[in-house]
């Protein structure tokens, strides 16, 4: 096989038991879910029940981590039908957390920074010392099937998540890799459930969310979204205009586009750029040659299918570890001196900076259990869009096409009527989300455009770029639009 063959294997493989650190976008199917169609009738429960707000420990793990990192938050769960065509039926929870407003309240901020898969809830912190944290509780949200919600997909064990990451066979034949991902697809079902895998898709999420704006007592909803979380923003808006106060939708998704669709080309440019950065030292590890840097990077890696470099916990890191952790030191160049270290480190034959940045992708926690982060990628992948054609005649088959439930949407551009201003952030050297998503999404939407001339992903209210938050807060306290193909370096 070709080494373009091996890293696809890799990435599909991986991807089934929750490996691929990706960004993915999906669209509702056009028409399935509006705000005329939404009957209270046996719904009536679930938006008028009360919320019991607590410690975030009482979440578990994840909740944890934020009860003890964050002052004054707290967290609850909100109860949902697990399928909206059955409300009488099977339920699930998605877990909120907040921080109240210090002043005149405004309403709820509701955040989410994306994934699918990424948890919502520390995102509480955004805005501190700024009038958005004055003039709303700020809200946070595991989608269902992710973080602290319940139930959550789950395609592996631990001790399988472990065992998989060691793996990787670049003699494995296609009829071997095949194999492989069927048995891991069974897996997610047998793990996960069907009745989950059917219903954690955006079309759900996007009802659930509706919930949360009607329990957290809001007439219309303010929200802010990330990546992914652009895609719950814009299927809300599609699904739900009339309660719509404001949102701003940072590293956009093109909800008209497949899934995938432009972040192989993303990543490929930000390592080349980060390789021309690189080769202005004599000592880059990938060499003073840009045009052979990827060469020099696989000549890195490939000794480590063999000998994984040594770590000080006695793990090791392996080949799929060091492909999977790389990527993440792409999303912003303000990481690319990391990851010049964690390459130095490679070459002299030693892997922990490598290693921790893929057990942040994996989502592994200090107790060697795994959040599932990254495992639901796939299951949302696979019942947000129908599957792709094969890439090539050769290639492994992919995990949607023998998916055990169907898909419940489709990629489809937006068209509603009855939208108040929205905002869209997008960066022009996004590695994930293109800066062309991003105009696209704010033609659909007729939303103002915020264009960020940097090489990262996501910008908003995360990194002090006064250009971009100041209007941000204005829009979203005021209602006032930012200044009109507003640009900012």
């Not at 200090?366 to 959040?371: A, E, K, L, R, V």
């Amino acid at each position: 096989m070709t080494r373009a063959q091996q890293r696809y294997i890799g990435m599909i493989v991986a991807s089934v038991v929750g490996a691929a650190a990706v960004i993915v976008a999906a669209g509702l199917q056009k028409g399935s879910v509006s705000a005329q169609s939404v009957e209270m009738g046996p719904l009536e429960p679930f938006y008028s029940q009360q919320l019991d707000w607590a410690s975030c420990a009482n979440l578990g793990y994840d909740g944890k981590i934020i009860d003890e990192t964050i002052d004054n938050v707290q967290c609850t769960r909100v109860t949902v039908p697990l399928d909206y065509s059955k409300p009488d039926g099977k339920t699930a929870q998605v877990a909120l957390s907040r921080v109240l407003a210090s002043g005149d309240k405004i309403g709820s901020l509701v955040m989410n920074p994306g994934g699918p898969g990424a948890s919502g809830l520390d995102m509480v912190t955004l805005g501190e010392g700024t009038s958005i944290a004055e003039k709303f509780d700020r809200v946070g949200f595991d989608p269902r099937g992710t973080g602290s919600s319940l139930p959550v997909v789950q395609c592996s064990t631990a001790a399988e998540f472990d065992a998989a990451r060691l793996e990787f066979d670049p003699d494995l034949t296609l009829e071997g890799t095949n194999d492989k991902i069927r048995k891991d697809v069974a897996r997610c079902g047998e793990l996960s459930g069907l009745d989950l895998l059917a219903n954690v898709g955006t079309r759900d999420v996007v009802r659930d969310l509706d919930i949360v704006r009607a329990v957290l007592g809001d007439d219309k909803l303010t929200y802010l979204g990330e990546s992914y979380g652009t895609a719950i923003g814009s299927q809300y808006a599609e699904a739900f205009p009339d309660r719509v106060r404001a949102m701003v939708l940072d590293g956009a998704i093109n909800p008209s586009e497949p899934l995938l669709a432009g972040i192989d080309e993303g990543f490929s440019t930000a390592f080349d750029d980060y390789a021309a950065e690189c080769a202005k030292a004599a000592d880059c590890p990938v060499g003073t040659d840009p045009a052979v840097a990827r060469q020099a990077l696989d000549a890195l890696f490939e000794p480590l299918i063999t000998t994984p470099a040594r770590t000080s916990d006695g793990r090791g890191l392996s080949y799929t570890d060091a492909q999977q952790g790389y990527g993440l030191f792409l999303y912003s160049s303000e990481t690319w001196d990391v990851l010049t270290r964690a390459l130095k480190q490679i070459s002299n034959g030693r892997g922990d900076i490598m290693l921790e940045a893929a057990d942040f992708v994996y989502a592994r926690r200090p107790d060697g259990t795994y959040g599932n982060r990254q495992e639901i990628i796939l299951a949302v992948r696979c019942v947000d869009s129908p599957p792709a054609p094969a890439a090539a005649p050769d290639a492994p088959i992919d995990p949607c096409t023998i998916w055990p439930v169907p898909p419940t949407g489709a990629p489809h551009e937006i068209t509603v009527q009855g939208l108040p201003e929205l905002v869209v952030v997008s960066t022009t050297k996004d590695p994930a989300t293109p800066h062309e998503d991003g105009i696209e999404l704010a033609r659909q939407l007729d939303a103002s455009l915020i264009t960020y001339e940097a090489e990262q992903h996501g910008v908003a209210l995360r990194y002090g770029v006064d250009c971009v938050d100041e209007p941000v807060i204005d829009y979203l306290t005021d209602l006032t639009a930012p200044a009109e193909n507003l640009v900012c370096r």
